[in-house]
Each structure stands twice: as C-alpha cells, then as structure tokens.
C-alpha cells in the first residue's frame, strides 16, 4: 500500500470523551460504534511525561476508558523515553514492541483472521504484542524544573505500519507539544473517521490538513507503509549483511547495542525484516531497556539464550550479556554521505569491557560465501551518490532472492507430500498429508537445490540441517501443513457436493451413518465459512442443499434434533 500525502483540508469529528461501546458488533456496524474506526488503526495514544518525583509518567490515554495494566503502563513509561545514556536533544523517532499483559483487547478486532488471511505475513497484525511508534521531544527550557522539556507522543498499534505510523507522528507531534490536547482530540476523531485498513485497497487518510493516500501527484511519498530504508539502516553493517541475515535465519539471539533508540529500533526491524517473505517467527524487541517487566526473563544466566532480538542502548547490557552468542555494537552515526567505516568481525572473548569497540562479536562462521559483486555494486553507488531508496532496492531484492533461493527447494519439496486429488473420494475420510522426512528432502537438493535459483555457493546443506532446528522451520513447517490440511479438507468438500448419488448412498446406511454425515458436512460449511477453508461459494451452496436433502430423508423425530426451532 503506497501512501503519498497531499494537500486537503478536513474537518474533525465528534468529542473524543464518548466512551466505547462493549458491543462486540463487526464492520458491518463499524460506524456506529464509537472508536471502532480508531481501533481498526490503534489500541491507544498515549502521552508520557517526565516527573521529577515518578520519573517517566503516563500522563495520557485517549481513548481515556481503554484500559492498559499496571504492567504494560510501566512498560510504555520506559519504553517510551531514551535510555539517560543516550542523550537525545531535539526530535527522535523510534518504536518498541511489548507483550500484551491481559489488558483490554480490541473489542471490534477480536477475530484478526479475516484481515491476517489477505494481508502479506509482514502485515500482519500482531496477535499477543503492542507495537509503540514513539515521538520523543527533550529541548532546554528554563520554565521547567529540570531545565529540559521531555515529553513522548506514542502511537500504540498491532499492526507493523512503521513507516506509516512514523510519517503520521511527523505531522501530529509537533503540533500537539505546541497545543496539547485539543490537537490530539481532533486528531483521534480523525483517525475514527478512517477507513479499516483493507489488504490492496487505496485509502485516503485525512488528518490535519493533509491526506495520506496513494494517489499522484503528491509533495510527499511513502513507497510502503511498513518498509525501512535498509540501505540506511544496515549502511554500517554491509560487509556483514550475509552473515546477519543467516543469523535471522536460524532463529540466533542476538544483541544490537545502539549510541540511540531510532538506531536501534530501525537496526533490529531491518534484521527481521530480511526473511521476507519467510514470517520472522522469533521473538524481537526494537528498542529494550532494564526496566523492561521482561528483562530478568531475557537475561537470566540459567539457560540458553532465548530466540530473541534485543535492540538497546545501554552499554550495561554488555556485561549483562556477555554471555550471548553475537551482539553487534554499532558506533555513532556518521552524517556525511560517504560509506561508514564497517564494523568488524570479532571474537565474542573480546567483549569484555563497557568500551567496547564497535563490531560484530560472534563465532559464527557463514555458511554461504559474501557476494562480493552485490558490495562492489552498493560501494559504486555510494561513489556515485545513487539515491538512497534505489540502493535500499537493491538490498532488499539482494535479500528477497537469497531468501527464496533457500524456501523454493522446501515448497517444492512440501508440495510433493500432497495426496494426489484423485485419491480424494466422497465418502472415505481424506489422505493424510505424507510426514517430512529431512534426509529425503537433503537427498533431493542434489537435482532441485538452490544452486539452480542462486549463484552464491557455500555449504547449503549445512545451513539446512541448522535451520530445520530453529524456530523459522517451525513455524514455516506448521504454516504450510496447516494450509495443505485445508486445502485436503476443501477437495474433500468439492468431492463430496460434486457426488450425484448421494441418494443411493444412504439407502444402505444406517441413521448413525447419515446423521454423522450431517455433523460432518456441517463442521466443514462453518470452517469455510469463516474463511478457513479456501472454497467456492458454489460449493458452500450445494453443501447446504445436500444437508437439507439428507435431513429431510430423516425420520421427524432426527430432523428436530438436528434442525431445532
């Protein structure tokens, strides 16, 4: 979804104080619930304040009746402003994410599955995390106590609209810190009037005066609404990127320590990013700090490092983790055009103390060889001062192939597992999908391997076996079986209402049989129904028909069993 903005003004809605309906009504009844709009966008804005007695405070929440726990409050205090070793002045952008502590769920949102079913995975919405696209504002001002000014405008979300979100603080931020909260209860009324978001549909996003949209000629463009620049972003990690993405691959924990939370939080969102568009299945943490609820839980010593990205900023960390497998230290941004030194490869004995040079501290060692002509290309057109986006496209299609080159040789393989549809009969319970076998799929990268799509060479084979261990193979391996489970179960449907003899078959059978039929058939109209099975709308019509033919074959007292008044 590209969203450009253009001029045009519009006016806000109603009074923000309206507080939530507890109907549990869907999009059909969107627009008369209140906030319902709103929650198809965000959970919550929130304003968090520096207090000279409590630290960072929560000092707002619109809407003001959606409630947060005490936990994820504390969390979004903290996580909202820079670590003090930072020292962000002026204007930062950054975004966390946190785990969902019990705390109010999307009433109009319950169900995600109609919108995650035609969303791409990076666009999906996160099911038990909060997403906080934050707006951090620290300027001297001798009115206040403290000297400074240090206030965060914080966008709390499911959905991964980064650059979106990010864009929509640039516009909301400054106005708000310079008149408060009328600017932000107009701008949430605004929000409430926006379209739900709808996977490949171009929406028109009005707010204070401008409209987001995807409609040229526009002053501003944004190319997505999700994607980074990952040229900028990995520009002091290049000779390394091969590297980082296998360690993303394979699921490794590893630490990202930034000068500043934006370094951080755009670091680790490029990292996950780089599977696409193979989901990120492990868990991930754009910008972290020791106060974090979850801290003694991602640092312990006691086991193994968790499957996790942690994107930080304290150097504390350092000796915290020491233990960690790779952490890669990035030093402060440079702000000439020039290619930044890189970061160099080290042992992960030599972190060891609080100044630690930057580079990538890990005993790993790549299985595929670096593609040297991919640098030399990124290097010329620094040289060349090649735009930045044009760069970032290079990267990401250098990241996309490399990606593909390595799950094509599994699809194809998890294709072959398939019962074939001619197996498939009316009457018998479908095939079973065949079980992964990992030396058979090994075997057969000799003839249908990556080599075929990829010219870089390297040990394939091994990173394979690591990646069938990790967490991603999981998750992909679940994903695909479940899809083919479905897929079985939809062919089975089409075969049963594509019989003409239904008749015929139950003349032989007895009531048990039929009505387990009627059960059965029932069972699989209510799972495509709600879209979990990808059939015809023909097929769902001759599925009722056939249960309405077999019921009423059944004696009166059968049918006001299964047909209730």
Aim: charged content about 20%; aromatic content about 10%.
């Amino acid at each position: 979804m590209e969203v450009p903005v253009d001029t045009g003004p519009r006016q806000a809605g109603g009074g923000l104080g309206v507080a939530r309906s507890t109907s549990s009504g869907r999009a059909a009844r969107a627009s008369a619930i209140p906030w319902a709009r709103f929650s198809a966008w965000l959970e919550c804005v929130c304003v968090v304040t520096f207090d000279l007695e409590l630290g960072q405070a929560l000092e707002l929440v619109y809407p003001s009746d959606f409630r947060l726990t005490d936990k994820e409050k504390s969390s979004i205090c903290y996580l909202s402003f820079p670590d003090s070793h930072s020292g962000c002045l002026g204007d930062t952008q950054f975004s966390f994410r946190m785990r969902q502590c019990g705390g109010q769920k999307s009433l109009w949102h319950g169900d995600d599955r109609p919108y995650n079913s035609k969303a791409p995975l990076a666009l999906q919405r996160e099911p038990a995390h909060y997403l906080g696209y934050v707006y951090f504002r620290q300027v001297k001002d001798s009115s206040m106590k403290r000297g400074y000014f240090q206030k965060s405008l914080v966008l709390v979300s499911r959905l991964p609209f980064v650059r979106l979100f990010q864009s929509l603080l640039s516009l909301i931020a400054p106005e708000y810190f310079e008149k408060l909260a009328p600017c932000l209860e107009a701008v949430c009324n605004e929000i409430d009037q926006w379209p739900a978001p709808v996977p490949g549909q171009t929406l028109n996003l009005p707010v204070m005066g401008v409209v987001i949209q995807n409609l040229l000629p526009a002053p501003v463009v944004l190319t997505s609404v999700h994607e980074l620049d990952l040229f900028r972003c990995f520009r002091p990690v290049l000779t390394h990127v091969q590297t980082l993405w296998e360690l993303m691959l394979l699921g490794e924990p590893l630490v990202v320590l930034a000068p500043s939370p934006d370094v951080s939080s755009e670091l680790v969102l490029a990292l996950t990013s780089c599977l696409q568009p193979l989901k990120f299945c492990c868990d991930f943490r754009p910008y972290f700090t020791i106060h974090d609820s979850e801290f003694k839980e991602l640092t312990t010593r006691t086991q193994a490092p968790p499957n996790v990205v942690l994107g930080v900023t304290n150097p504390f960390f350092i000796k915290t983790l020491q233990h960690w497998p790779h952490v890669l230290r990035i030093g402060e941004p440079k702000m000439s055009g020039d290619l930044p030194k890189q970061v160099k490869l080290k042992k992960p004995s030599r972190l060891k103390t609080l100044d630690t040079k930057p580079g990538l501290y890990t005993s790993y060692t790549a299985h595929l060889h670096r593609d040297k002509a991919l640098l030399k290309r990124l290097l010329k057109g620094v040289q060349k001062k090649r735009p930045w986006d044009a760069q970032s496209a290079l990267l990401r299609r250098h990241l996309l192939e490399l990606t593909q080159s390595f799950i094509i040789p599994l699809e194809h393989y998890m294709a072959s597992l398939m019962p074939l549809q001619k197996s498939i009969t009316p009457w018998k319970s479908p095939p079973q999908i065949c079980p992964f076998r990992q030396d058979d799929f090994l075997r057969s990268l000799e003839h249908a391997g990556p080599q075929l799509t990829c010219i870089l060479k390297g040990d394939w084979l091994g990173l394979y076996r690591r990646f069938f261990k990790s967490p991603h193979f999981d998750g992909w391996y679940r994903q695909r079986h479940k899809e083919m489970a479905q897929k079985l179960e939809a062919l089975h449907l089409e075969a049963i209402c594509e019989a003409q003899n239904i008749e015929a078959w139950m003349k032989d059978k007895s009531e048990v049989e039929v009505v387990d039929l009627v059960l059965k058939l029932r069972e699989k109209l209510v799972r495509a129904q709600g879209h979990q099975l990808p059939v015809k709308e023909v097929t769902l019509q001759r599925a009722q028909l056939y249960i309405d033919t077999v019921i009423g074959s059944l004696p009166k007292d059968l049918q006001a069993v299964l047909c209730p008044p």
